[in-house]
């Protein structure tokens, strides 16, 4: 049973624009949300994280936003750049380790 | 990468075969953890570790085994690989089970 359902699947967007990744959880118990950003051959590294006592955070292009009535958080992306292009994926706290969605691949086009 | 080393960083491998992955720390953090990464299905938890020692199972740990013998070594065995565990698999550090978990830059294993 997914536990953090990450939607789209794949994204294009032009430069500049605004890339969005929604991500919706089902436990409540989760405390913890933070996002990663892999590129190919790469490990997934930490870009921004939120907990449920604020519904945003903002650093630099990158904005968390959170709802917790709904069970919903997502990722947007503002000026995207070609250097954005990579997969993001979003991630739950559940006790003691992270659940992951499955991931977004974001292709910025210039 | 956070003082995370896995190795080796590739490898192919006989279906039947014994594999051991190792992920080494330098960051003497408390938990460690081994996911793997397909295509469409994100990083699934294999196995994690609390403590020298302490371990526990994950989401997808059958045919998996992991010893943490030491605070910096976590490893992960595949008792006798098959097909369905080629996969790129990676290792997380976590200072606490409330934090932030960073990765090394993982393993791709296959298994023919």
């Known amino acids: 049973q997914q536990q953090v359902k990450q939607s789209p699947q794949s994204l294009i967007v032009q430069k500049g624009g605004i890339s969005i990744i929604n991500c919706a959880y089902e436990?409540?118990?989760?405390?913890?949300f933070p996002w990663y950003q892999q590129f190919p051959g790469k490990g997934p590294a930490l870009l921004i994280a939120?907990?449920?006592?604020?519904s945003e955070k903002k650093e630099g292009r990158f904005t968390i936003s959170f709802n917790k009535s709904a069970k919903q958080f997502s990722l947007h992306i503002m000026d995207s750049q070609p250097g954005d292009s990579a997969t993001y994926f979003c991630a739950a706290l559940g006790g003691t380790a992270l659940i992951f969605g499955k991931g977004t691949t974001l292709s910025v086009s210039s | 990468d956070a003082g995370i080393t896995q190795s080796p960083r590739h490898k192919v491998t006989e279906t039947g075969t014994p594999v051991t992955l190792r992920c080494h720390q330098t960051e003497n953090h408390r938990y460690m953890y081994w996911y793997r990464q397909d295509p469409g299905h994100g990083l699934r938890l294999i196995h994690y570790s609390y403590g020298v020692k302490d371990t526990d199972k994950g989401e997808v740990s059958d045919g998996y085994s992991v010893s943490r013998s030491k605070t910096e070594d976590f490893l992960l065995t595949l008792e006798s690989a098959t097909s369905s565990q080629t996969s790129v698999y990676f290792c997380?550090?976590?200072?606490?089970?409330?934090?932030?978990?960073?990765f090394g830059q993982g393993t791709r294993l296959t298994v023919v």
């Open positions: 436990n409540t118990a989760f405390d913890y």
């Open positions: 997380a550090i976590s200072e606490s089970a409330v934090t932030e978990a960073f």
């Open positions: 939120i907990r449920p006592d604020v």
